[in-house]
């Protein structure tokens, strides 16, 4: 909690001060770029870099020594907990008990890759979305730990005729039964990470993983407060994040008009406050509770808030049932109002692609290259821009005739009292806010746990010479961190959210003048009219190629710049081809970025 309170000032303090560009001169920078080199790709682990692998080896060090360190503590005062038990016996029970410890620091890093807002992650130069590999892995690893863990237990109670003990809540010690039940919810929230069952029924993946919830809470009553200690950090952190985009989803997000694709995808506009920032790649989680109530989906934002100060867009395209919902809803004549939650923007804490001395985007989504800019912003920016767009459009042989081609369809919405612009959550100062949270919330935390030991707990141990319940130390440790946390979190969003509400309103009354055409003319019909000097500069840039798939080999070869950043976004093959020749060697010129939800 330190670290993540201290890590919100550094980040404040960064964002506020000039950002400039690090060079890629230096030994250290050299360094540097070839830890983030990927090094080899393979299924199923996916695209791995030499920095990675560093970190892998030394967290599988500090788990085999933690294990051998155990166990030869274990062995050396061997206990026997049943009269007439065997040496071999005891030896197994303790390395059972001793997977499982090793699995508690697996799971004490569980959820830092997945807490969307963290002040840690960017402190390191990562985002949740990049992160979430590291989720999977540390999850695989402390599932298969657990199951040993479980397994070997149940084998023990087996072979030393002791298998009521399955059945065990103590009062004083480790619970048995909560253990289990913990076991059997990780093992269905486990099943339906694997990729098969993941694509084929994500709905069914993504509801059970809600199960957490319940995972936690059976978990804990198993290894006790003292064991929660260790992975508190964690959690704690993760929590005030989920508060805090659950305090935002509650808000409905003013969307001000919706664009429908030729290509079949839509483009939603929403309206933002002026102050909220991101950088290039980021994304937001979108629910439209006409759809669905509970599902979240990440898009990437399209828009450039240096350009659009007031409205945020995204890209959505049809390839899915929610998606496929959402075009149909779009299309009925009589819509005129969408209720949209909106959590986010989430991204980079900087553009750190950018330094780069040229950049190579790859995408599968070549169709949406009308989203690639926006469509208003200084025309100078745009131009001065050195652009060179090769489109591969593969299941068309030839340009299509200018009279088949279909319109971009625009729907405008009615506003609603209840809506408002996409804001920060937290404000300008979202760091700063975040880290008095951390601090205060902990410090709350720690300070009720104080008076409820001293003034509830110890009386009844000492005067009734009892051991006060094991379950019920755990339920008020659990307690008490979530209402310090919800206490503190909520306090802040709700004072933000009254100084917001100003803006909010001034906003509203501002007229947002929407383009009737899109810059993604210049794929098809380029004998089109142009409507402005930026348009023109990009249709000068394009060329369209059809029926054919690009050499991406040769493209990325032929880049002869010092210092290429090549920048993927698309299906996990493409992506894997890219890296596979980012990796090969032959051009040292070559920094791969990735962007893909597809894990």
């Known amino acids: 909690m330190f670290i993540g309170a201290l890590s919100c ?92 410890y090793i699995g ?70 480790v619970s048995n ?24 029924m994500f709905e069914v993946f993504f509801y059970t993983h809600y199960l957490y919830i319940l995972y936690i809470l059976f978990y804990a009553i198993h290894v006790g407060v003292e064991y929660m200690c260790m992975i508190a950090p964690g959690i704690f952190l993760f ?23 030729p290509c079949g995808a839509v483009e939603l506009n929403f309206s933002k406050t002026p102050s909220l920032y991101y950088n290039p790649t980021s994304i937001v989680f979108i629910n439209i509770p006409k759809i669905s109530k ?78 690639v800019l926006p469509v208003s912003g200084s025309t100078t920016q745009i131009s001065e821009l050195q652009l060179q767009i090769e489109a591969y459009i593969t299941r068309e042989k030839e340009e299509p005739p200018i009279d088949s081609q279909i319109d971009i369809q625009t729907k405008w919405f009615k506003p609603s009292l209840s809506d408002s612009p996409i804001s920060v959550v ?5 760091w700063l806010w975040l880290g008095a949270i951390i601090s205060s919330s902990f410090l709350m935390f720690l300070l009720l746990l104080g008076i409820v030991t001293r003034y509830y707990i110890y009386p009844i141990e ?21 209402a310090g946390i919800c206490i503190c979190s909520s306090a802040v969003f709700l004072w933000w959210k009254r100084q917001n509400t100003f803006e909010g309103k001034q906003i509203m009354n501002v007229e947002v003048q929407t383009p009737t055409r899109s810059p993604g003319s210049w794929i098809y019909g380029s004998e089109r009219e142009l409507e ?34 090549v920048l993927v976004c698309g299906p996990r093959n493409m992506r894997h081809e890219v890296a596979r020749i980012c990796a090969s060697g032959l051009a040292d010129n070559l920094h791969f970025e990735s962007i893909s939800f597809n894990w």
């Open 294 to 371: 509970l599902q979240w989906h990440p898009f990437t934002v399209t828009s450039s808030c240096n350009l659009e100060a007031n409205n945020l867009s995204v890209a959505i395209k049809n390839v899915g049932s929610w998606s496929n919902k959402l075009y149909q809803e779009l299309s009925s004549s009589s819509l005129d109002h969408l209720n949209v939650s909106v959590e986010g923007p989430y991204g980079p804490h900087t553009a750190h692609f950018l330094r780069h001395e040229q950049i190579v985007m790859n995408s599968a989504d070549l169709t949406m290259l009308d989203l």
């Open 9 to 100: 000032i550094y980040l404040h303090l960064h964002q506020k001060r000039t950002q400039k560009l690090p060079s890629k001169s230096g030994a250290v920078n050299r360094w540097l770029s070839f830890l983030r080199r990927p090094l080899f790709v393979m299924s199923p682990i996916g695209i791995v870099t030499a920095m990675e692998l560093v970190f892998s080896v030394m967290f599988v060090a500090l788990l085999i020594w933690s294990l051998s360190n155990y166990l030869h503590i274990s062995f050396g005062h061997l206990h026997m907990h049943k009269a007439g038990e065997k040496v071999w016996e005891a030896k197994f029970r303790s390395v059972s008990l001793r997977l499982g």
């Open 104 to 173: 508690n620091i697996c799971f004490a890093f569980l959820f830092f890759p997945v807490t969307r807002g963290s002040s840690i992650l960017p402190l390191v130069g990562l985002t949740s979305e990049s992160s979430i590999k590291y989720h999977i892995w540390l999850g695989h690893l402390s599932m298969v730990l657990f199951a040993a863990h479980t397994i070997g237990f149940i084998i023990y109670w087996g072979i030393t005729n002791q298998m009521k003990e399955m059945l065990g809540w103590s009062k004083t010690y």
């Open 239 to 261: 929590l005030i994040d989920r508060h805090l985009r659950f305090l935002q989803s509650r808000q409905h997000a003013r969307l001000l008009s919706a664009r429908i694709l």
């Open 462 to 482: 000492n005067n009734s010479e009892e051991v006060y319940h094991w379950t019920f130390k755990v339920l008020w440790f659990l307690f008490l961190l979530c």
């Open 426 to 430: 937290l404000g300008p100062n979202n």
């Open 532 to 565: 402005s000097l930026p348009h023109q500069s990009l249709v000068q840039a394009t060329k369209v190629h059809f029926g054919a798939r690009p050499d991406l080999k040769k493209i990325l070869f032929e880049c002869k710049s010092k210092d290429v950043g």
């Open 177 to 200: 039964i909560a253990g289990e039940i913990a076991s059997v919810i990780a093992l269905a929230m486990w099943v339906t990470t694997f990729p098969r069952i993941r694509r084929k």
